[in-house]
């Protein structure tokens, strides 16, 4: 994926943004805010809205609250002997 240009501020919003995701997810959320702009002529207010948008996309998906996945993040399985 090419990497997109931001501004200083815009950049400031995306870091800001980010603080508040998991470092694990924070790819993720970076390549989400890439897919929603890319392309598309942006300014500071579609980048903040991006990277509110990815960052609800990311909280909601979860690992182990996906959809279908009945097992809750951090679980510990175990089986019987």
Do not use: Y
């Amino acid at each position: 994926m090419a990497p997109i240009g931001f501004s200083d501020s815009q950049l400031n919003q995306v870091t800001a943004a980010a603080q508040q995701i998991p470092p694990f997810q924070r790819g993720r959320f970076l390549r989400r805010i890439v897919k929603l702009l890319r392309g598309k002529s942006f300014g500071d207010a579609e980048v903040h809205r991006a990277a509110q948008a990815a960052a609800q996309e990311v909280r909601r998906n979860r690992p182990g609250r996906a959809r279908g996945c009945a097992i809750p993040a951090g679980a510990v399985i175990t089986t019987s002997a």
